[in-house]
């Protein structure tokens, strides 16, 4: 596996703060993976996100980003068109008064040329499933469409990285269900490699990797059945497990034999069908 996003050593303090919002910190993520970023208010997530598009530079360390360093003024375009950002507002997001010309905005900047831009558009809008309302004005979309169209509009930039600040925080279940199963279709199908900031333990459940922040560090990293078997380490920093960990920890300890790592409503099933069965 090749990375994609290499983080080193880096410190990251704001304008007039007396802290730094993040310290020291060193990552990477591999091309196609699917990253999730855990972490209470406050711990450096949106801070780290905008580092990862060179929103931000760091006052310390290097981002690297397909190959580009953000301190590298010449190539800030080209970060930000490899690493498109999806935020948690979808209302912040839209700029035009009908879906097509909201996603034909980002390409404008690019100078496509117009027939490209056309196919780009045609594709992006297929890509998210919402081919149907490329005329309707946004405004009339759910919270969810919404979204669709805003990675609609990235997709078009032809990214390999989608990075998405709890992008599903402010929609309702569905809306949420929508985007995230949009989101890993395109990570799947496409190899589009993702940074999925999350608040919702489900969500995180699904990554090929999580990573925790804990004031402006990096405080635990691994697959999300690793993460949530340290369940007091996360409710030390003010998280919790998904619902079937912390039901298979209940049950647990009232006697029944589950094992560890269940994650998920499906495997949580099958675990307490093989007990019924064995107990027949
Ligand atoms: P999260 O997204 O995990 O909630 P943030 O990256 O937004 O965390 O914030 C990390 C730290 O940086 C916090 O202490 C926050 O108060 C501070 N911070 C965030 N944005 C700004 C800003 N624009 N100016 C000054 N401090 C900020
Ligand atoms: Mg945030």
Redesign the pocket.
């Known amino acids: 596996m090749k990375e994609i996003i290499t983080v080193k050593d880096v410190t990251f303090t704001?304008?007039?703060?007396t802290?730094p919002?993040?310290r020291g910190v060193s990552l990477a993520v591999q091309e196609g993976e699917f990253l999730a970023v855990l972490?209470?208010?406050?711990?450096?997530?949106?801070?780290?996100?905008k580092l990862l598009n060179a929103l931000y530079i760091p006052t310390e360390g290097h981002v690297t980003v397909c190959g580009f360093d953000t301190q590298d003024d010449d190539h800030l375009w080209d970060v930000r068109q490899q690493a498109g950002m999806i935020f948690q507002n979808p209302d912040n997001q839209i700029v035009a008064t009908v879906v097509r010309e909201d996603v034909a905005f980002g390409l404008e900047n690019l100078a496509v040329p117009h027939a490209e831009m056309v196919q780009r558009i045609d594709e992006a809008l297929a890509a998210v499933r919402m081919t149907d309302f490329a005329a309707a004005p946004p405004h009339m979309l759910s919270g969810g469409q919404k979204q669709r169209v805003a990675i609609a509009g990235i997709l078009a930039m032809q990214p390999r990285v989608i990075i998405a600040?709890?992008a599903t925080a402010m929609l309702d279940p569905s809306g949420r269900r929508e985007v995230l199963s949009t989101i890993r279709r395109l990570n799947r199908e496409k190899g589009i490699t993702v940074v999925w900031?999350t608040h919702y333990m489900e969500e995180a459940a699904q990554a090929d990797r999580v990573i925790v922040?804990n004031h402006?560090q990096v405080a635990l990293t691994g697959a999300p059945r690793e993460i949530f078997e340290q369940t007091a380490q996360l409710r030390e920093m003010h998280l919790d497990v998904p619902h079937m960990t912390d039901l298979a920890q209940d049950l647990r300890a009232e006697g029944m034999p589950l094992p560890a790592g269940i994650l998920t409503v499906d495997e949580m099933t099958e675990e307490v069908c093989k007990l019924l069965c064995q107990s027949r």
């Open positions: 704001y304008e007039e703060a802290e919002a993040l972490g209470h208010n406050g711990s450096g997530k949106s801070t780290l996100a600040d709890e900031i922040m402006g």
